[in-house]
Nanobody
Framework: VQLQRWGGLVQAGGSLRLSCAAS????????VGWFRQAPGEARRFVAA????????TYADSVWGRFTISRDDANNTAHLQMDNLKLEDTAVYYC?????????????????WGQGTQVTVSS
């Protein structure tokens, strides 16, 4: 799993779109999750989408600001991040994962991207 769109520096209130490309031919069989890790903190769940592209779920902290999507024809997933806040600063990871009921559990994911830094400035 690779992150195609590197993160970057953005001002508070701005937007950024992260993309995740997978080489796995069975991409469409997996749920896709996004996690983030700030310095000194544990990796935390951000968003997930199921393998049927019908279900999505978000952490409360990003609800209404982030949107997860997937394009199975191109084995890619995206995380659109709007109205970014300082507290969104973290390394972001995408992953291919487990059954829907376990999508918030990072240890249940099978494949991980390498992570990309997102920094939100005031």
């Amino acid at each position: 799993v690779q992150l195609q769109r590197w993160g970057g520096l953005v001002q508070a209130g701005g937007s950024l779109r992260l993309s995740c490309a997978a080489s796995e031919r069975t991409f469409s069989n997996y749920c896709v999750g996004w996690f983030r890790q700030a310095p000194g903190e544990a990796r935390r769940f951000v968003a997930a989408i199921d393998e049927t592209n019908a279900l999505t779920t978000y952490a409360d902290s990003v609800w209404g600001r982030f949107t997860i999507s997937r394009d199975d024809a191109n084995n890619t997933a995206h995380l659109q991040m709007d109205n970014l806040k300082l507290e969104d600063t973290a390394v972001y990871y995408c992953a291919l994962g487990p059954q829907w009921r376990l999508v918030k559990v990072s240890s249940k994911y099978h494949f991980w991207g390498q992570g990309t830094q997102v920094t939100v400035s005031s």
